[in-house]
Every structure is written in C-alpha cells, then in structure tokens.
C-alpha cells in the first residue's frame, strides 16, 4: 500500500544565505496490507520528514511515493486531499482543531467526510472517546482548554474513526498512561487485523515489539551518516 522508491529531499534555508541541507539521499521503503512497519534511526535523522513526504506535507526532490495507486510526490494537491479524506490517515502527537467546535464532532468529522449517517458517525465517535476514558462530559466542549493527554486520546479517537486503508501514526503511546496505552495498541492491532497497512514512529520501545512486523531505519538514507 505504501511503496516509496529512491526519494531524496533537501530543506534549502532561505533565511540563511539560501543554504541548501540534504537530509535524504535513496530512501526505500513498502508497506503491505495488513502490515506495521516502524520508522526507527537516530533523532534528525529524518523520520517525521519521511513520514511529511508520504502524507504530502513537504515536497520531495525525486523518486517515487506510492500510497495506493497515487504517486504523491507528483500529484495535483486535489488528488492529495481526496487521498487524505478516503485512504490516508495520519495521526501526529499534536491535535489540531477549528476552535469551539465539540470534541464529538472533532472525532465524527472524518466519518462525516466520507459520507456516514450522521448518526452513525456520533455514535462511531461516541464508541471510540469512551474507549478512550474522555468522560462523557467533556464530549460537548471543545477540546482547546483539555490536558495534553485528553488532547492526545482525541487526536487518536479521530485518527481511527474511519477504517483507512493506510495509517501514519506520529508516536502514538507517547505521554498515555498504562490503559490508554493499552487501549491504542488494540486499536492498532484491530486496524492491522482488518488489512490497515500501519508505518509509524514509536519511541516506545516495547510497543513497537508488541506491534511493529518491521523496522526500517532510516540513517541509512541520512547523506553524511549512511554505512
Ligand atoms: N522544515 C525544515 N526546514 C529545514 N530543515 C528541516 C526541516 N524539517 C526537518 N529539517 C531537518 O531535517 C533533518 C531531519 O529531521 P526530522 O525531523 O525528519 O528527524 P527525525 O528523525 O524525525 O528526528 P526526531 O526523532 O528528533 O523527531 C534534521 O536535520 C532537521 O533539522
């Protein structure tokens, strides 16, 4: 599902005399269905840039980045949203949100997007920030003023309402206490059950042996630190 083929990619610092840093040289990487693979690599060696690329946030230089049947590093940005809306999900550490819009209807929006009842969505959500611990009082507020943890768990409740074919998840078990942890590596494995084809960053050591098929690191891609 995910297949990225010689990708390169360098930052150019237009602040600092247009000075242009290479930060991947080579990159290969696939992903199968059903599959979990972990980004793994020393800190800058550029994991979250890889992760950018493939959901179409940076640019790359050359070479290919096949999420399904589109090439992402060429496509028209269009393609990209309609890729995001139906197969690409990508839950990062941070949630991003409209502000005063209801934790509920945070959660509910991807659903919404590609065309559930709304009544199945609210319900979807409702499952899923229970799942969670988010107290049911808390589902009518907007979730700008909740804790990093409870801003975390409905980040992840979001990421998994609609069943992608493909996830990218940005340290997802990071700041969780033992049973949410517990809880998201359920919902990792239920999405892996059911063909979710899973590339991730985990710092959690032993989450990533719990749930990870295979790692990939990406030094070896890093100009100047590749063997
Ligand atoms: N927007 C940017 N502009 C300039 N340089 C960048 C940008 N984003 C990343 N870099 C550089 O690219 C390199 C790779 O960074 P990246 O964040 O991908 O590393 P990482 O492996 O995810 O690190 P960490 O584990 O610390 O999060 C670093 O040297 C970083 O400084």
Same mark, same amino acid.
């Given at each position: 599902? #995910?297949?990225?083929? $010689?990708?390169?990619?360098?930052? *150019?610092?237009? /602040? ?28 800058? %060696?550029?994991?979250? *840039? ?6 179409? /946030? ?14 992402? %590093?060429? %496509?028209?940005?269009?393609? #990209?949203?309609? &890729?995001? @809306? /139906?197969? &690409? ?10 502000? @005063?819009?209801?934790?509920? =209807? ?16 609210? %319900? @979807? ?7 969670? $611990?988010?107290?049911? @009082? &808390? ?15 409905? $980040? ?13 998840? =940005? ?5 969780? =206490?033992?049973? /949410? ?6 919902? #990792? ?11 991730? #960053? ?6 990533? =042996? ?18």
């Amino acid at each position: 599902m #995910i297949r990225v083929e $010689n990708v390169s990619k360098s930052f *150019t610092l237009h /602040n600092q005399g247009a000075a242009v840093i290479p930060v991947m040289r080579g990159g290969e990487l696939t992903v199968a269905r059903g599959e979990c693979v972990a980004l793994t690599g020393a800190s800058g %060696a550029g994991k979250s *840039t890889l992760m950018r690329m493939i959901y179409g /946030n940076y640019l790359t230089a050359s070479g290919r980045v096949m999420v399904g049947d589109l090439d992402v %590093a060429r %496509a028209a940005p269009r393609e #990209i949203l309609d &890729l995001r @809306r /139906n197969v &690409l999900g990508y839950v990062s550490q941070f949630l991003r949100v409209v502000p @005063r819009v209801a934790t509920l =209807d945070v959660v509910a929006e991807p659903l919404r997007a590609v065309g559930s009842s709304e009544a199945d969505a609210r %319900a @979807r959500a409702g499952e899923l920030l229970a799942q969670l $611990n988010i107290p049911e @009082r &808390l589902w009518q507020l907007s979730p700008t003023t909740f804790s990093g943890g409870e801003q975390q768990r409905v $980040n992840i409740a979001r990421g998994f309402a609609h069943p992608y074919p493909v996830l990218l998840l =940005d340290e997802p078990t990071a700041s969780l =206490d033992a049973t /949410n942890r517990a809880t998201v590596l359920a919902l #990792i494995e239920e999405a892996k059950a059911r063909g979710t084809a899973i590339l991730g #960053i985990f710092h959690d050591e032993a989450a990533r =042996d719990q749930i990870c098929d295979r790692e990939v690191d990406v030094t070896r891609f890093t100009p100047g630190l590749a063997a």
